[in-house]
């Protein structure tokens, strides 16, 4: 698995914490990862992005201007990241959330309603899990160990308990 990819959406909605995973997949599959998170200073409510990329060769700078993939958690943010993203590139949006329309012919869409489905299955505030689990399959990645060690590297001591609910989303989102 290789490419550039921008996560996007509101603080508190886990947009950090899904690049994080991203990147220890990226890092247990032997790649270079870069992962540089921005937020701005409300934190949760405010403005959140993460830049992530992954290759096999040196990362020459971890700032992502023209993702290959854009997973968008929120309107303002696939409003603003929409006309950056690369011919023949992805767009993932949580569809709960945006209901915007989709401009560009010469890109992919994909909606998951990741915020609706992390509620309907008691698994609140891991909608960004769910989306990075249909990015996955959108990609065609399948090494769901190593995916299921990426979620055991991010989540912190003290959450361990979430581990299991963390890969419960993800197996949520690559199955829709």
Not at 85 to 94: A, E, Q, T
Not at 166 to 175: L, M, S, T
Request: net charge positive; aromatic share 8%; hydrophobic share 35%.
């Amino acid at each position: 698995m290789e490419g550039k990819t921008l996560f996007a959406g509101f603080g508190g909605q886990g947009i950090l914490f899904a690049g994080k995973v991203l990147s220890y997949i990226g890092l247990i599959d032997d790649n270079n990862v870069s992962w540089l998170p921005s937020y701005g200073p409300e934190m949760r409510g405010g403005t959140a992005n993460c830049s992530v990329c992954i290759s096999k060769k040196p990362i020459g700078s971890p700032i992502v201007l023209e993702p290959e993939n854009l997973i968008a958690m929120n309107i303002p943010s696939f409003k603003k990241f929409e006309e950056s993203v690369c011919v023949g590139g992805n767009i993932i949006l949580d569809s709960s959330l945006i209901k915007e329309s989709k401009t560009r012919l010469d890109i992919s869409y994909y909606d998951i309603p990741a915020t609706y489905l992390a509620k309907k299955n008691n698994l609140e505030k891991l909608g960004n899990i769910i989306i990075l689990g249909k990015f996955l399959k959108v990609i065609g990645y399948r090494d769901k160990e190593s995916v299921a060690k990426g979620i055991e590297k991010s989540v912190s001591k003290k959450r361990k308990d979430l581990i299991e609910k963390n890969i419960e989303a993800f197996e949520i989102g690559y199955n829709n």
